[in-house]
């Protein structure tokens, strides 16, 4: 969940839109990291884990964003917004199936790939002038 927080709170900073996720209006990092009141929001469990005190609270959850997600895990959440699969270990997984008694999760789709051939490219590995016909 704190993953999801950083992802959200700092779109508009990997969009070049402000300096800091502070800055954005409408990011609810002002209320989470400063103290600002927010009436629209409620504080998440895990957020309220973070220190029995606002100040507490309030400074892990700046700590959190002392560095920026890693390219891996961007892909990880944004791979698991495309497809509607909850973003955590199998563990939680396992126990959203069974609350919502469906499958969740990735799904292989099409052919199993033949043995000793090379895995496709992710998008940072495309070049726009490999991009024929766009």
Known sequence: MLACYRYIELNSVRAAMVDTPEDYRWSSYRANALGEPNPLLSPHGLYMGLGKE????????RRLFLSHPDSAMLREVRSCLQTGTPLGNERFRAQIER?????VGYSARGRPK???T???PDDSQIELGALKGF
Do not use: C, I, M, T
């Open 99 to 103: 609350a919502l008694g469906v499958k």
């Open 54 to 61: 606002p100040a507490d609270r309030q400074n892990a959850y």
């Open 114 to 116: 033949k043995p000793g």
């Open 118 to 120: 090379k895995p496709a």
